[in-house]
């Protein structure tokens, strides 16, 4: 079987670093991906990982660690933008390599 | 070039009543899915395709029904509707890596919120 682990929700302050964690059991693993999703809005594609380390793509930046089963998602200088829903995101091998997502992180962002 | 849409954007039914949303991508991906998202349990597949006429459930998928006659349309039709099938319903597309797997990136449709009475 499989499950993701990501807080319900995290508070920043504008302009701060927020980092949003995400822990992973699966059936076999590829690569752990990343999604944002504003309130009314439909999910969009962050970043993708497939070997241990820090993936760099402007403010956002995105680390996995294979051994830990864990990744998290960095956003640096905190934009009131950044106000949003985070899903990490695994294909599990034991369900055909569907993608199965986390239940997401809420993003609070204070001025 | 509008990617990925879905129809219609809101829908109100009764409960028994059949109801189909539909899914449209001008990219020609082979992936399509189907998922439905609700406060406290995240996205949920209820269906997938790996390519035109393969179909597949999800992990919901009691309740639906789906087809993929062509590439491009995606539509999945809830035969009769129940309240607890009141949701935004989430349509997404991927590529297909060269092993023949979807590939991880998702790309998704803008919702369809669903209200059944």
């Known amino acids: 079987g499989q499950s993701l682990e990501q807080p319900s929700e995290v508070t920043a302050v504008e302009g701060a670093i927020v980092q949003i964690n995400c822990t992973y059991q699966?059936?076999?693993?590829?690569?752990l991906s990343w999604y944002q999703q504003h309130d009314g809005g439909a999910p969009t594609f962050l970043s993708y990982?497939?070997?241990?380390g820090l993936e760099e793509t402007g403010r956002f930046s995105s680390f996995l660690s294979r051994s830990d089963s864990y990744g998290y998602l960095l956003l640096q200088e905190l934009q009131m933008k950044d106000s949003a829903s985070y899903f990490c995101?695994?294909?599990?091998?034991?369900?055909?390599?569907?993608?199965?997502f986390g239940k997401g992180t809420r993003l609070h962002i204070l001025p | 070039d509008a990617g990925i849409t879905q129809s219609p954007r809101y829908k109100i039914t009764e409960t028994g009543r059949q109801v189909t949303l539909m899914c449209h991508q001008t990219?020609?991906?082979?992936?399509m899915f189907w998922y439905r998202q609700d406060l406290g349990h995240g996205l949920r597949l209820i269906y997938y395709?790996?390519?035109?006429?393969?179909?597949d459930k999800g992990e919901v998928p009691d309740g639906y029904v789906v087809s993929r006659s062509k590439t491009e349309n995606f539509p999945l039709t809830l035969e009769s509707a129940t309240r607890s099938q009141t949701s935004v319903y989430f349509c997404a597309s991927s590529d297909v890596e060269l092993a023949g797997v979807s590939t991880d990136t998702q790309y998704f449709g803008p919702g369809t919120r669903l209200t059944v009475l």
């Open positions: 699966t059936s076999g693993f590829y690569g």
């Open positions: 995101a695994v294909r599990d091998q034991s369900r055909d390599d569907k993608i199965i």
């Open positions: 395709s790996a390519a035109a006429d393969i179909t």
């Open positions: 990982n497939a070997l241990d």
């Open positions: 990219w020609s991906h082979s992936y």
